[in-house]
């Protein structure tokens, strides 16, 4: 071999050498598709959420353990049972060179509870009706009256440079936003990617890659086969075959976690034909909902008989599901005659999984009602489902709803009260248990309140809870990451292995 040869062949592999120390400065995360928006108050669906929460800051945070801890607050303390004073953090700047103060965490707070705004997240702090910057690093958080879930709906409270915000318009924020988070927003590439670039000027924890790309890739098995190939390093919303492929290749590993995420199927009880309970019992009866659970899924999912998991504070024991009864459901169904025969939209989108969507319709129209899938983008299906026009909702969806705050009202009461935009549901009795549920600090008492909401929701089967989800990722084999219950994605608490 002559020495040009041998020079040739060096040169090769240290620029191999360097590509591949170079591809690990940046970690690749397959989403199924790209945010709706990067506007933090704006939506919370996962794929969104996964990218802005390592944009932004939250008032505070949970660990991996689940613990609520500091973050833009270093501290709080409860003045009275409806005002809570949180402590800011003094070195905290937003990427653009700003200081965060208390002043941002107040507009940050009047922004979303603002009704103008009509923030999905409205229902989960309409609670709050005033925060007053009381001293430089002092806020105090008024209730209407005493909200004992306030502390865990801050968890996913976005602070936001009130700066910028103010002076510029809703689209130009999502097109550029500025937080104060571990990773800064470079690029948008729509309907490709986001990229994220690490801070480094950070206060809390550095991130261990350089770049974060986002890649909107809709197909999962198209997900399995760019994280084998290692063009992708970790990968959403896998089934459990795929993660059964996934443990049998080199190279990749599973992660997994059990979830405060409630899948459901919606139902629009205030339009023909669910406005009649006994169509929605028939519904309910015709959903098996073990066989989804564990004959099609088979990743650890749970069945529930009501709209909690035991990750919740409020989850009821003793709460069973309705009994899968094919037969009566038919039977219920052909009594109504052509009342049952009203089309039907089923409303879904690819972030869902879509063997679930497949089999509650089948099992539907064999019980002897006429629905049609309604396959739509995200942001559509969202817009869809929180259309203020009953008439214009879809009669039926599929749904996996986490609030990220571990307590049953983030679930219930945006779900189920009838002042919620994502209610299909108008029952004064259930408003006032919600109302009351969330209104007081005595536990025993949101206790009884929310085993109530469950008794009545199953009896009036106003919307049927169908499982506990099992979060499956698909990771590089070097990823050092441990999934969490709510499903958080934070890019600076993962790391490639030694």
């Not at 550029?176 to 948008?188: A, M, Q, R």
């Not at 599901?321 to 219920?332: G, T």
């Not at 969507?357 to 539907?364: G, H, P, T």
């Not at 469950?454 to 809870?465: F, R, W």
């Amino acid at each position: 071999m002559s020495i040009r040869t041998t020079v040739a062949i060096a040169a090769i592999a240290a620029a191999l050498s360097a590509g591949v120390a170079q591809a690990k400065d940046q970690l690749v995360v397959d989403l199924v598709n790209e945010p709706s928006t990067l506007d933090p108050h704006m939506q919370w669906n996962p794929d969104s959420y996964y990218v802005y929460r390592n944009i932004f800051d939250n008032i505070v945070t949970r660990d991996n353990d689940g613990e609520i801890v500091p973050q833009v607050a270093t501290a709080w303390e409860w003045l009275s049972d409806t005002e809570l004073e949180l402590t800011i953090r003094d070195d905290i700047t937003f990427h653009d060179g700003e200081k965060l103060t208390a002043d941002d965490v107040v507009y940050s707070v009047k922004r979303i509870t603002d009704p103008d705004l009509a923030s999905p997240q409205l229902g989960q702090f309409a609670a709050i009706i005033d925060a007053e910057k009381t001293a430089d690093n002092k806020v105090v958080l008024t209730t209407d009256g005493p909200y004992p879930v306030l502390l865990a709906q801050l968890v996913k409270l976005s602070v936001v440079p009130e700066h910028v915000v103010a002076n510029e318009s809703e689209q130009d924020f999502n097109a550029n936003p500025i937080g104060s988070g571990p990773y800064t927003f470079e690029t948008w590439d729509r309907g490709v990617s986001v990229t994220l670039d690490k801070n480094d000027d950070y206060w809390g924890d550095q991130g261990a890659f350089e770049t974060v790309n986002f890649k909107a890739v809709p197909d999962a098995s198209t997900r399995v086969a760019n994280l084998r190939a290692g063009t992708a390093d970790l990968i959403v919303s896998i089934d459990s075959d795929q993660a059964m492929q996934l443990e049998t290749a080199g190279n990749v590993k599973v992660l997994t976690a059990p979830t405060e995420r409630v899948a459901f199927m919606g139902m629009n009880t205030l339009v023909p034909p669910l406005d009649d309970p006994e169509l929605r019992r028939a519904a309910a009866m015709a959903i098996d909902r073990e066989g989804i659970a564990l004959g099609l899924l088979g990743g650890g999912e749970q069945v529930v008989g009501q709209m909690a998991t035991s990750a919740h504070f409020g989850y009821v024991d003793g709460i069973d599901p309705i009994p899968y009864d094919p037969e009566q459901a038919a039977e219920i169904i052909a009594s109504k005659g052509d009342a049952a025969k009203v089309p039907m939209t089923f409303a879904t989108s690819p972030v869902f999984d879509q063997r679930i969507v497949q089999a509650i319709q089948q099992m539907l129209n064999e019980a002897g009602f006429n629905v049609e899938i309604g396959l739509t983008d995200m942001a559509t299906y969202l817009k869809k489902a929180q259309n203020a026009d009953p008439e214009q909702r879809p009669q039926l969806n599929f749904g996996r709803w986490s609030c990220a705050c571990q307590d049953v009202d983030g679930v219930e009461f945006p779900l189920l009260h009838s002042s919620s935009n994502w209610s299909r549901v108008n029952d004064p009795e259930l408003d006032a248990l919600l109302e009351d549920a969330r209104t007081t600090v005595d536990s025993d008492q949101r206790l009884g309140d929310y085993a109530k909401v469950a008794e009545i929701v199953k009896d009036n089967t106003y919307i049927l809870p169908l499982y506990q989800a099992t979060a499956l990722y698909g990771a590089a084999g070097a990823l050092e990451w441990q999934p969490t219950a709510n499903e958080s994605m934070f890019i600076n608490r993962m790391s490639w292995s030694e």
